[in-house]
């Protein structure tokens, strides 16, 4: 399949680009930055240059695509999560979520893609039983810095699961560690970044429109419905596939 990945170059990304590859797939990857454009392609992705906030180039390049899928792995967190830079980062990455997501769907939209799948979390539930299924609240009455990231993760979740004709899949992944993440473990719902580029590419396939839960099991989350319907494996490992 054509596949658009926006945030070919992030920690999922990268990861990623390498799963849809090996499948056989043609990826269509972005980036703002040129000198990353050159990484993607020598990693057998065509790149385009583009920021998710310019509109209009966006749905150019998005279009020139000609996408089956777009995947949406778009984030604005600092590196390894770096805690002095992380108070500006919840308004920036709510941001992206709202308006990046808005203009991301736009532009899978008049493309003409079957589907949209996007990266979205799992540990925004409301207080309530646990494990937490997909069917369980967000926390939408939480304060603080957690009610922008809930309301970025509500937004960007409406836009990708209610832009009919567009076939809207939600990954709610758990917390990132492994390669590129700057962590070698994480605090639970965690999740080997490999296992969450995994998943992405077993949705093309195989997901039903909807959410799914993505992570290691645990008390917090069930991950069943990702098991049932996606053969979701949290113990997936990129170095034993490529
Ligand atoms: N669930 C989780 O726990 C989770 C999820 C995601 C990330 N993280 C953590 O956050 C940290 C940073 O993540 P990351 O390395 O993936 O980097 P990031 O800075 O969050 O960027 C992710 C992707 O989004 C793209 N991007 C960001 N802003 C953009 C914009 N305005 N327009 C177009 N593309 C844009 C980046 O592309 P370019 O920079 O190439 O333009 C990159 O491909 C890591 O430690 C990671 O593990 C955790």
């Known amino acids: 399949m054509r596949i658009v990945l926006a945030g070919a170059t992030g920690a999922i990304g990268k990861r990623l680009v390498l799963l849809l590859r090996k499948a056989g797939h043609h990826v ?19 790149a385009v240059v583009v920021d998710v906030f310019d509109a209009t180039v966006l749905t150019r390049a998005v279009s020139a695509a000609r996408p089956d899928v777009v995947i949406h792995q778009l984030t604005d967190l600092p590196p390894g999560l770096d805690p002095g830079r992380m108070a500006d980062a919840g308004p920036r990455n709510a941001r992206i979520r709202s308006e990046g997501t808005e203009n991301l769907v736009r532009a899978a939209l008049a493309s003409g893609a079957r589907r949209l799948i996007a990266q979205s979390i799992a540990w925004m539930y409301a207080p309530g ?7 369980d609240p967000l926390d939408i009455d939480a304060q603080g810095a957690r009610a922008i990231t809930v309301a970025g993760v509500v937004a960007l979740e409406r836009l990708a699961l209610t832009s009919p004709p567009l076939e809207g899949v939600v990954l709610r992944y758990g917390h990132l560690y492994g390669p590129g993440t700057g962590a070698d473990r994480a605090e639970a719902p965690s999740l080997h970044v490999d296992a969450a580029a995994a998943a992405a590419l077993l949705a093309i396939e195989k997901a039903h429109a909807g959410i799914y839960n993505i992570a290691e099991p645990g008390g917090y989350l069930s991950i069943e419905k990702a098991r049932r319907d996606l053969g979701f494996d949290p113990s997936f490992r990129l170095e034993a596939q490529v």
């Open 28 to 46: 269509v990857g972005t980036t703002r930055s040129t000198a990353k454009a050159d990484a993607l392609r020598a990693a057998g992705a065509e």
């Open 129 to 135: 039983r646990q494990p937490y299924t997909e069917a």
